[in-house]
């Protein structure tokens, strides 16, 4: 009987210490996966940190390509502005070059004619 109560001694100090290696592994476990979680969470942070950085930058860039659109056409319609006004000095300076070829044709006949 005590043969036997030995080796059931024996068998619960045997379960013991395999208890306590698992608990010792599942600590260690634990705390490897408490560290991969916080870096996880650590990458996650600075990606959503440069997403935002990129979110913003686009914001900028939407800004500013509007910007550039707006005085493209600004500039685009004054130049039209100025094309037209242009066509019309050009118009006057031809009809003005005609008058003054008249008025010395004019003259010039009324020289020959003296």
Known sequence: MEKLLKQIVDKLDNLET???KVDSNQLRMENEFTEKIRGLTDAQKVANEK???LFAFRDDTDK???FLITTL???ANKIDDHTD???RIEDKVTTHEIQIKVMDATKSNKRKAK
């Open 64 to 66: 500013n390509m509007k």
């Open 18 to 20: 395999k208890i306590d």
């Open 73 to 75: 056409d600004h500039v």
């Open 51 to 53: 997403l935002d950085q």
């Open 85 to 87: 006004r242009l066509e």
